[in-house]
């Protein structure tokens, strides 16, 4: 299984952006790019997915490098309920299976 | 409202016990999954199902059992063979969006076995 590489943890200051970054070397032509969060006590939510091209949704955006071995999240203006817990994970569009590492514990200061 | 539910949220167990974990969404998903989440750690699938009747291993399954008797039920027995059982877990289902698969997960239960 592919691996992704993240830093343990970030700080935002409120109301700037936030630039989450993921590193996937070992990334394959058909795993696709999912970010999830998760806050306390609570389950993962889906934030965003893409392949190649960078996405944007009302959460967030994505950027895939152009040789994807990376990929960054961008929170566009950080609020205190983005701090959380952010999941950069592969998965082959053939399998149900998601690999989730450690995360970046994002904090967000007021 | 749809959704996954997961019962109870905080579950207590003696050692040498074995103990079922409720799992049930109403989202009309085909794939279920049931991770577990140690403290400062990230998810580790332990069982996961594509459809009914049918489950698979994930990379943790020693000393749990799981089965898919109906499409929106899961449940997940811990087993008192499973070493080190307190933990925090998460149940989720995906459908099938843009050639991948959302996941959406339940509250999750923590138990903790003393």
């Known amino acids: 299984d592919a691996k992704t590489t993240q830093p343990n943890s970030m700080e935002s200051n409120e109301e700037e952006p936030v630039h989450l970054p993921c590193n996937h070397s070992t990334i394959s032509g058909t795993d696709y790019i999912h970010w999830y969060r998760q806050l306390p006590s609570q389950g993962p939510e889906y934030v965003i997915h893409?392949?190649?091209s960078n996405v944007n949704n009302r959460m967030a955006s994505l950027a895939i490098a152009e040789d994807r071995k990376s990929s960054t999240l961008i929170l566009h203006r950080a609020t205190l309920r983005d701090a959380a817990v952010y999941y950069c994970?592969?998965?082959?569009?053939?399998?149900?299976?998601?690999?989730f590492g450690t995360g970046t514990r994002l904090k967000v200061l007021a | 409202d749809g959704g996954i539910t997961q019962s109870p949220k905080y579950l207590f167990r003696k050692e040498g016990q074995n103990v079922t974990l409720s799992c049930e969404q109403n989202l009309n998903h085909d794939a279920m999954y049931w991770y577990r989440q140690d403290p400062g750690q990230g998810l580790r699938l332990i069982y996961y199902?594509?459809?009914?009747?049918?489950?698979q291993k994930g990379d943790i399954a020693e000393g749990y059992s799981v089965s898919r008797e109906k499409k929106e039920s899961f449940p997940l027995t811990v087993t008192s063979a499973q070493k080190n059982p307190t933990a925090f877990y998460l149940c989720?289902?995906?459908?099938?969006?843009?050639?991948?698969?959302?996941?959406?997960f339940g509250p999750g239960t923590r138990l903790t076995v003393t």
């Open positions: 893409g392949l190649t």
């Open positions: 994970i592969l998965r082959d569009v053939s399998t149900y299976k998601y690999i």
């Open positions: 989720a289902s995906s459908k099938y969006i843009v050639r991948t698969y959302e996941q959406y």
């Open positions: 199902s594509q459809i009914v009747n049918d489950f």
